[in-house]
């Protein structure tokens, strides 16, 4: 009791700290914050190469990820190569480049007594982003918090502790070097489960937490946050190959939404193929076993293609982060929007169709954060949506659904001018 007596009180004199900071940052102009912004990238690059301090923490970090068993696609979330540093240089850079969404006006308009009435967006404060094996989620989540006024902490998974750290110092020396409160990003070092309970219970010290990695740590955050909680359980997304489709194009967005990388959230998991396409169809996904494809089928599926081992129960609905498709035949658009109403996570559902009025409709129907008509569900991302970096993805519908970018980082107050009016 007394170690976690002593972890809450650091966490309650970083959350001071950071407080402190989010008053200086939410009046700060866009100036300062996009010299801070192109500081970090212009670092970034500078330790881009093979040797430099980021890369070698990186690469101890998933040295020991690796001796200890870490899954294939938590590994690939940690690297830290030089053209995914470069990315990420990148997206901040275009991050500078947005509107300042801090002091714009919406709705102003006037009352009949003359009073003009609208609102203006402010940052949201405090902001505590607790995430799992992705380094590059550090810089994401610093960048589009400094640019929205807030302050954050980023309290990462020990499995990226160095590479954190690393990237911890060299944000922090750059916001620094801005003329803006260096704890207006701070790390929160990684520790057990009870330093993430503590952390998401200060209320009034911390305004919004944003959980980023495995369902166990989204549920876990939920069930013990005091203060409000942005949920991103799973990703199960389906692609819905219609009658008619076009089946060139449904193979290039079964082969890119599933083998680009298997490990994302927005990572193809369910595909439901119209039984009048099945036959010339699925054979054709079978193919893509050659390049590591497992194929999870109903009966219906595996009479088309024995290949295919028998899908269970459980694998409907399944995230698996593996190069793993569940595939079921299904006889209409209804039956398609039916079973990803009951196995759908909210995240991404696509439709392959050459008809309009079924994207129209299956548009409407399908209840997800971002719904796709012949295009991968590996759009369903901050930059690939025009956001730049994202902080997460949400699929609760408050305060944001889908990719949450620099706006859904603000919240409106209402202002009210006038010439002397009372009530």
């Known amino acids: 009791m007394e170690s976690t007596a002593i972890q809450t009180e650091e966490l309650i004199e970083l959350a001071k700290r950071a ?7 939410s009046t700060a102009s866009r100036e300062a914050k996009d010299r801070a912004l192109v500081a970090i990238a212009e670092a970034l690059r500078a330790q881009a190469a093979e040797g430099s301090p980021l890369r070698i923490a990186n690469a101890e970090d998933i040295e020991t990820a690796r001796l200890a068993g870490l899954a294939a696609a938590l590994v690939d979330r940690l690297i830290l190569d030089e053209q995914r540093i470069l990315d990420i240089a990148a997206a901040v850079t275009q991050i500078a480049s947005f509107e300042d969404p801090v002091g714009e006006v919406l709705g102003m308009k006037q009352r009949p007594n003359g009073l003009s009435v609208g609102q203006v967006r402010i940052p949201l404060g405090v902001i505590a982003m607790i995430y799992e094996a992705r380094p590059n989620v550090t810089v994401d989540a610093a960048a589009l918090c400094l640019k929205s006024g807030n302050a954050v902490l980023l309290r990462g998974g020990k499995e990226a502790s160095r590479s954190n750290a690393a990237l911890g110092e060299l944000v922090r020396n750059a916001v620094a070097s801005a003329g803006l409160p260096a704890d207006a990003v701070q790390i929160v070092p990684s520790g057990d489960r009870e330093g993430i309970r503590e952390l998401v219970r200060l209320t009034g010290m911390i305004d919004l937490v944003i959980p980023r990695g495995g369902e166990g740590l989204i549920r876990f955050v939920t069930e013990h946050a005091r203060v409000p909680v942005i949920q991103h359980y799973k990703g199960v997304c389906h692609l819905y190959v219609d009658e008619g489709a076009d089946l060139n194009m449904a193979l ?69 982060l593996a190069p793993i498709l569940a595939v079921r035949i299904v006889g209409s658009l209804d039956e398609a929007l039916d079973h990803i109403a009951q196995y759908g996570s909210n995240h991404t559902e696509a439709i392959c169709t050459r008809s309009y009025e079924r994207a129209q409709r299956f548009s409407r129907a399908v209840d997800a954060s971002c719904v796709i008509v012949n295009a991968s569900t590996r759009f369903n991302d901050g930059g690939e949506l025009g956001l730049g970096a994202e902080i997460g993805i949400s699929t609760t519908k408050l305060h944001a659904y889908g990719p949450m970018g620099l706006e859904s980082l603000t919240a409106k107050k209402w202002i009210v001018f006038g010439e002397g009016q009372i009530r």
């Open 19 to 25: 407080r402190k900071a989010a008053r200086t940052l």
């Open 252 to 320: 290039r967005l079964v082969e890119n939404g599933k083998l680009s990388r298997p490990g994302v959230c927005n990572a193809l998991e369910g595909l439901l193929v119209h039984e009048s396409v099945a036959l010339a169809f699925l054979p054709r996904v079978g193919k893509l076993a050659a390049q590591g494809l497992e194929i999870r089928g109903d009966q219906a599926t595996r009479a088309v293609l024995p290949s295919a081992k028998p899908a269970s129960p459980e694998d409907y609905g399944q995230e698996f």
